[in-house]
């Protein structure tokens, strides 16, 4: 009898003799057996599934052994269905084990692009070869979970915290039906431990930061975030100072990874779940959510909006009074946003009645906040549809209450007024200096008839002026003809800046000549040495050994 | 106190009130007819005909289609008395009403407006999701022309104030603007928009205006400036007293902080595909995996108790020595 106690490993088995790796009696049905022996017919049968048989190297090979095996498992999955008392206390061990023997491997690294570049979409995820068996292995567990005669007190042995350690680590797999496995085998596993469940739940957390803080890659986010919307639903009031930690500390972080879509929806639901439970938790996490939200990365951004209706929508009043100005100057961004989904998705939460009840009740401090951005948009966005979005949102506002419209209006105005009377001055200044530059006598003579323009792209140190000057006798401030001197003045200038660029390059040589220096690190002894000795070890061997 | 022509500014002045002379003369020919709006103001609400009510809620369309193309005031008012005039000697059936309403609104805008702030038909229709079409609303805007003689450039309530308004601060000395003109064509607007002051004449109804903001004020100067305005309009001292009082409860309702909540029942919302798509997708819906109750164990909806009162009774959360170390960990 063949059996693999390595979990990890796949091995070929060739068809020696006519069973192969299984034994003749394993191979009988449960039907033919007496009672009494199917004990342990099961139990044989469960150790030949110990049996790994490979499907990537060479997936034709034992193509008989394989469907052997399917079989098998096919059978015990339904035997445990529907027979009762037939789970012992001797089976528990050898479930376990087939369980582990089976799964618990390293996963194969990926061939997709990771994260955010991995479009669910487009990238078609590398779908495990060994699913025939794999299915019906993870079927079968889950039968051995859910039966009635399932005894936690019992398995509790044998599913322990190493066990869920490696359960846990193949969430990370890309194929998404063994993911789904998983998520359905974890929930029982926690429902049913009570002891497994802070150690659970503290894994979790680890993959979480690692995912969030190192490595931005792991394929069962989703997956893990829909068992905890179920543990969050379930949480007893008042909630517990850990639930609240997880929740600022892992769940709101969560918001920052670039690959969110794959699993927002799911963390979303996570999120209000906590806010539905405890709404005193409102204004940190519409604040974590704020100090989040993206800035160039509008699919995300759309997500976000997405993620703040749905807290919106049961959210207290008394609550959303904390929170409401800075959110609704995020708003405001988002709806003046050039990108038209964003600006869209801003602007349809204006069809929110609780949304607007909400606002109407605070409408003095939120309409002058969103005003500017509506009232500017208004013909002016380039797509055609937020027109008549905004048209809708100005016209609901404006049915508020027309005085605080109107004086929101007149503020609106009296700002840009201002703005336009400092752009204004600034000009004014910025004449009031270039008349002042043209007025001063060193500009006169070959200057004078210049344009403002050129005279800014001179040098203007006194220097350059005397330089130019006093070659060409030009000092009195007589205005110029126009043709011939000016031309004179063009080549002089030329000629001086020339030899000002090349005096300077000099100088960059003079100033700084070229010091390059190593890093010195320090070096240990001790390795020092021990790579040495490993050198003349080398030495030795490669004299003996005749290559 | 000098008469109104003869102070310093006495030229700015006298050009003033030659404007207003000629503006009393023409009043009247644009006022809606008497009789009409009584009719309106009699008609009840399952009537197949226009109401005090059905009138007020277009012109809530119209401010607002006029603050969204950025109009002016003067469209907007010329819009109201179009609208006013045209309901007073026509009968007109409710489903026409938004019609009607883009069209005063279009005529409006092209008497008053420059060429290139004049919204076009297209998008007036594509803004206010009418559902007629470009051409019905063309021959509506014949059928007002019509009507209404042409007469597009009519003598409103919103000159006067401006009029007034610029005589009131020739005379003042020290030249500090006390009334604010913004705040009036303000206060007008909120006029507009109750049917009740489509009957008062543009004179009485800007002097009322006017009245109630001097009085706010309490300077003397400017009510002395007032009356003699009045005199010289012909105003009688009871026209004025009925307008002022119904413009002062007007304003009183125009200033009250409460806010109504928004019926957006009547505004039809569009978006694009995609975001569409998104708003149905993102409701995540009850998940698949039933809830784990924080202190019981989970039990499949089939089993037996037996489960419950075998797993139960084992490690409590808090009672583990695993407690300890998650408390430290999140420390």
């Known amino acids: 009898m063949l059996t693999c106690n390595r979990a990890g490993s796949r091995m070929v088995v060739d068809a020696a003799s006519s069973n192969g790796p299984f034994q003749p009696t394993g191979l009988l049905h449960f039907r033919d057996v007496p009672a009494p022996e199917q004990e342990k017919l099961f139990i044989q049968k469960l150790r030949q599934c110990c049996v790994l ?28 269905t529907h ?8 089976i528990y061990p050898e479930v376990v084990h087939v369980f582990a023997v089976n799964m618990f491997r390293t996963l194969p690294p990926s061939s997709n692009p990771t994260g955010a570049e991995f479009d669910p979409e487009e990238d078609e995820p590398t779908l495990e070869a060994a699913w025939p068996h794999l299915q019906l292995v993870y079927e079968f567990f889950l039968r051995f979970l859910e039966s009635p005669d399932f005894q936690p007190n019992i398995a509790k042995k044998y599913i322990d915290q190493k066990f869920v350690m490696q359960l846990l680590e193949l969430f990370d797999s890309e194929d998404p039906r063994e993911r789904d496995f998983l998520k359905t085998t974890l929930h029982r596993i926690y429902g049913k431990f009570l002891g497994l469940r802070a150690y659970i739940r503290k894994q979790i957390n680890n993959i979480f930061y690692r995912f969030i803080y190192e490595t931005e890659h792991h394929n069962g986010i989703a997956e893990l975030l829909e068992i905890l919307g ?18 600022l500390k892992v769940l709101l972080p969560l918001h920052k990874v670039k690959s969110l879509s794959v699993y927002h929806p799911q963390l979303a639901y996570c999120v209000v779940q906590f806010l539905e439970k405890d709404s005193t938790l409102t204004e940190p996490v519409v604040m974590a959510l704020l100090k989040y939200w993206p800035k160039t990365h509008s699919p995300k951004e759309v997500m976000f909006l997405n993620e703040l209706e749905e807290i919106l929508d049961v959210i207290e009043p008394s609550e959303f009074v904390k929170v409401m100005e800075p959110l609704f100057r995020q708003l405001a961004k988002c709806v003046s946003s050039p990108h038209f989904q964003v600006a869209e998705r801003a602007l349809y939460y204006w069809n929110n009645e609780y949304i607007m009840s909400l606002i109407s009740d605070n409408a003095a401090k939120i309409l002058p906040i969103m005003f500017p951005s509506l009232y500017r948009n208004s013909k002016t966005h380039w797509n055609k549809t937020i027109h008549g979005l905004i048209y809708n949102a100005l016209k609901l506002f404006m049915e508020m209450n027309q005085k605080l419209f109107d004086d929101c209006t007149q503020q609106f105005k009296a700002e840009r007024q201002k703005e336009k009377a400092k752009l204004k001055e600034r000009e004014e200044a910025w004449l009031k200096i270039e008349n002042l530059a043209k007025a001063n006598p060193q500009t006169l003579g070959s200057f004078q008839n210049w344009s403002s323009l050129e005279l800014s792209m001179c040098p203007v140190s006194k220097n350059q002026y005397q330089l130019y000057i006093e070659p060409s006798g030009m000092n009195s401030p ?8 000016l031309i004179d003045d063009i080549q002089m200038i030329r000629k001086a800046v020339e030899d000002q660029a090349t005096q300077a390059q000099k100088d960059l040589r003079k100033d700084r000549p070229l010091v390059r220096r190593k890093s010195e690190l320090p070096q240990d002894i001790y390795t020092v040495k021990a790579l040495e000795s490993h050198r003349r070890a080398e030495e030795i061997i490669s004299a003996h050994d005749g290559h | 106190m000098k008469d109104l022509a003869s102070y310093e500014h006495n030229n700015e002045a006298h050009k003033l009130l030659k404007q207003i002379n000629q503006y009393l003369e023409q009043e009247s020919k644009f006022l809606p007819r008497a009789s009409g709006l009584l009719a309106i103001e009699a008609s009840l609400e399952n009537d197949d005909c226009i109401s005090p009510k059905l009138r007020d809620a277009k012109v809530e369309d119209l401010r607002s289609l006029t603050r969204f193309f950025g109009c002016s005031t003067e469209t907007f008012v010329l819009a109201i008395n179009l609208l006013d005039r045209f309901l007073s000697i026509m009968k007109v059936r409710p489903r026409h009403l938004p019609c009607l309403g883009l069209s005063v609104f279009h005529l409006a805008a092209k008497t008053i407006e420059e060429e290139c702030n004049i919204p076009s038909a297209h998008d007036l229709l594509r803004i206010s999701h009418c559902k007629f079409t470009v051409s019905d609303l063309k021959r509506m805007e014949k059928i007002v022309n019509e009507k209404l003689n042409g007469e597009f450039k009519a003598v409103t309530a919103l000159d006067f104030l401006h009029l007034y308004h610029a005589l009131a601060h020739c005379h003042v000395i020290n030249g500090k603007e006390f009334l604010i003109l913004d705040r009036l064509e303000a206060q007008l607007k909120a006029c507009c928009c109750r049917f009740v002051f489509s009957r008062a004449k543009p004179s009485v109804l800007a002097l009322s205006l006017l009245t109630l903001e001097v009085e706010n004020l309490k300077s003397g100067d400017l009510f002395e400036i007032i009356l003699r305005v009045q005199k010289h309009s012909k105003i009688s001292q009871y026209d004025l007293a009925y307008w002022r009082e119904l413009v002062s409860k007007c304003l009183a309702d125009y200033s009250s902080p409460e806010c109504c909540k928004p019926d957006n029942k009547k505004l039809v919302w569009i978006v694009s ?20 109750p924080e202190a019981g164990c989970f039990t499949e909806p089939e089993s037996e108790d037996s489960c419950e009162e075998m797993s139960c009774g084992e490690d409590g959360l808090s009672s583990s020595p695993q407690s300890h170390t998650e408390s430290e960990f999140f420390s």
């Open chain 1, 53 to 80: 048989f490979d499907f990537i190297a060479d997936p034709l090979s034992d193509l008989k052994w394989k469907e052997v095996k399917r079989a098998a498992l096919s059978e015990m999955v339904e035997y445990i």
């Open chain 2, 273 to 292: 595909r995609r975001t569409a798509r998104h708003l149905q997708n993102s409701y995540y819906s009850v998940p698949e995996l039933p809830t784990i």
């Open chain 1, 83 to 90: 027979n009762r008392n037939v789970i012992t206390e001797p």
């Open chain 1, 478 to 485: 007589v205005a110029m003809e126009t043709d011939g001197p």
């Open chain 1, 230 to 247: 179920s543990i969050i639903n379930g949480f007893a009031l008042p909630l517990k100072e850990e639930h609240k930690v997880f929740l």
